[in-house]
C-alpha cells in the first residue's frame, strides 16, 4: 500500500506541476491551450511542435520554465515506473486486481480535482509575484493592458461545419456590436493578422477572439440558423447595455471640474 500511495502522490504532483507551469506559460502571453499542451509535452518528454517550440525556446521565461520542467519529468517517470513495478511484480492475481482499482479510483479523483477551475484563481495572483522582474514587461504589455484578470479573455475558437462563423464575412458577423474582436485568423496555411470586414472564415479556421469570458463562451457554442442570428441580436444588445452601464459607472466615480468662480457683482467706484 506504500508503494501504491507513493505512486499517487507523484502523480499528483506531476499534475499540479503541469497546473503551474500553465498557468506561469499564460502569463507570458500563450493562450491557455497552447500553454497546457506546451506543459504537458515537457514534463512527459513528448516533444513539441514546430511552430510552438520556436515560440518557446526564443523565450527566455519561458524557455527556464519548460528546462524545469523536463528535468523534473525525468526524475518523475522513472519514479512511476519503478514504483509500478515494484507494486505488481510481487502481487497475487487478487491482490493485482485489488491495487488496480486502487491507482484506477486514485487517478480519477486526481483528474477531477486537477480540473478545477479554483486552482487557477487561487495560483494565478501569488504566480504574477513570484515571476517578478522577469516576466513584468510581458505581463504589462499582454496581461494587464487587455485586462485579462477583469472577466476579459483571449481564446482560441476552431470553427466547424455548422457553425454561426463558418463562411460568412467579419463584416457579415458583426462581432464588434457584442463585444468581440478578431485578433487573427490561423487558415490552412496562412495566419491572417488583424483580419479585415471583407475576409471570410470558413470551416476549420482558428479565430483568435478577445472579449469578455461568458460572450466567448456563448460564442464558441453558437450554431448556424436563425438560432444563431437571434443569439447575435440578443448579445449585441447586452453588449450595448453593458457598454452604457459601465459609461455611466465611470461618470457617477470621476470627479466633476469645479465651476469657476463667479466674478463678485459689487457696485464699482469711480
Given at each position: ?22 498557468v506561469a ?22 516533444g ?6 520556436e ?13 524545469f520542467?523536463?528535468?523534473?519529468g525525468s526524475?518523475?517517470?522513472v519514479?512511476?515506473?519503478?514504483t ?18 486502487i ?11 486537477s480540473r478545477?477551475k ?8 501569488a ?19 487587455l ?18 462563423m463558418?463562411d ?7 462581432l ?39 460572450i466567448?463562451?456563448a ?6 440558423g ?13 453588449h ?15 470627479p ?6 463667479a466674478p463678485a ?6
Amino acid at each position: 500500500m506504500i508503494a501504491l500511495a507513493s505512486l499517487l502522490i507523484v502523480v499528483l504532483l506531476s499534475l499540479i506541476i503541469t497546473r503551474v507551469a500553465t498557468v506561469a506559460l499564460t502569463l507570458t502571453g500563450m493562450s491557455r491551450e497552447s500553454a497546457r499542451f506546451q506543459a504537458r509535452s515537457a514534463l512527459t518528454g513528448a516533444g513539441f511542435t514546430t511552430s510552438e517550440s520556436e515560440a518557446v525556446v526564443s523565450h527566455p521565461v519561458r524557455r527556464r520554465i519548460v528546462l524545469f520542467l523536463m528535468l523534473l519529468g525525468s526524475a518523475g517517470l522513472v519514479t512511476v515506473l519503478a514504483t509500478l513495478i515494484f507494486t505488481f511484480a510481487r502481487a497475487n492475481q487478487t491482490q493485482g486486481l485489488e491495487r488496480i482499482g486502487i491507482v484506477v479510483g486514485g487517478l480519477f479523483v486526481i483528474f477531477l480535482i486537477s480540473r478545477s477551475k479554483v486552482f487557477d484563481r487561487l495560483v494565478s495572483p501569488a504566480l504574477t509575484q513570484l515571476l517578478g522582474r522577469a516576466m513584468r514587461v510581458e505581463l504589462g504589455d499582454y496581461h494587464g493592458l487587455l485586462h485579462l484578470s477583469d472577466g476579459y479573455t483571449v481564446r482560441e475558437l476552431y470553427v466547424t461545419e455548422g457553425h454561426w462563423m463558418a463562411d460568412r464575412t467579419l463584416d457579415e458577423l458583426e462581432l464588434r456590436r457584442e463585444g468581440v474582436l478578431v485578433l487573427g485568423l490561423q487558415c490552412a496555411s496562412v495566419y491572417i493578422g488583424a483580419p479585415t470586414a471583407p475576409v471570410t472564415i470558413r470551416p476549420q479556421d482558428v479565430a483568435i477572439l478577445y472579449g469578455r469570458d461568458e460572450i466567448l463562451d456563448a460564442l464558441c457554442r453558437r450554431a448556424a440558423g436563425p438560432d444563431g442570428d437571434a443569439a447575435h441580436r440578443a448579445g449585441v444588445e447586452r453588449h450595448h447595455v453593458q457598454v452604457m452601464a459601465d459609461r455611466l459607472l465611470d461618470t457617477e466615480r470621476t470627479p466633476s471640474e469645479a465651476a469657476p468662480d463667479a466674478p463678485a457683482t459689487g457696485d464699482g467706484g469711480s
